[in-house]
Nanobody, 125 residues
């Protein structure tokens, strides 16, 4: 079972930037599996934000395209989400998710069996 731990959340002004990190306990999942970032705003369901597969193919939600970037570093066994030009609508709990075997990066919750505990992001106007 892969263990995921998010960090890097906090508060930012609209237009600002934050970088989230997700420590991935199993290297093979980081290198060969699919990893995703999801978020949940207060009173709303969880939605996919960005995902990456073992071949570095990525997919993004339309609402974050051009503003968010998903990446990983093998040396630190870490997944990142760089968020720029933040908007108040980006406020929410952000979760890292992983699946060991996948064919394409997905933004569907049901495709990911492993989840972190989340890190809070608050963007003020």
């Amino acid at each position: 079972q892969v263990h995921l731990v998010e960090s890097g959340g906090g508060s930012a002004q609209a237009g600002g930037s934050l970088r989230l990190s997700c420590s991935v306990s199993i290297y093979r999942v980081l290198s060969d599996g699919c990893l995703g970032w999801f978020r949940q705003a207060p009173g709303k369901g969880r939605e996919g934000v960005a995902a990456m597969d073992g071949s570095s193919r990525t997919t993004y939600a339309d609402s974050v395209k051009g503003r968010f970037t998903i990446s990983r570093t093998y040396a630190m066994s870490t997944l990142y989400l760089k968020m720029t030009n933040l908007e108040p609508e980006d406020t929410g709990m952000y979760f890292c998710a992983a699946v060991a075997d996948c064919s394409t990066p997905s933004l569907l919750m049901a495709d990911y069996p492993s989840w972190g505990q989340g890190t809070q992001v608050t963007v003020s106007s």
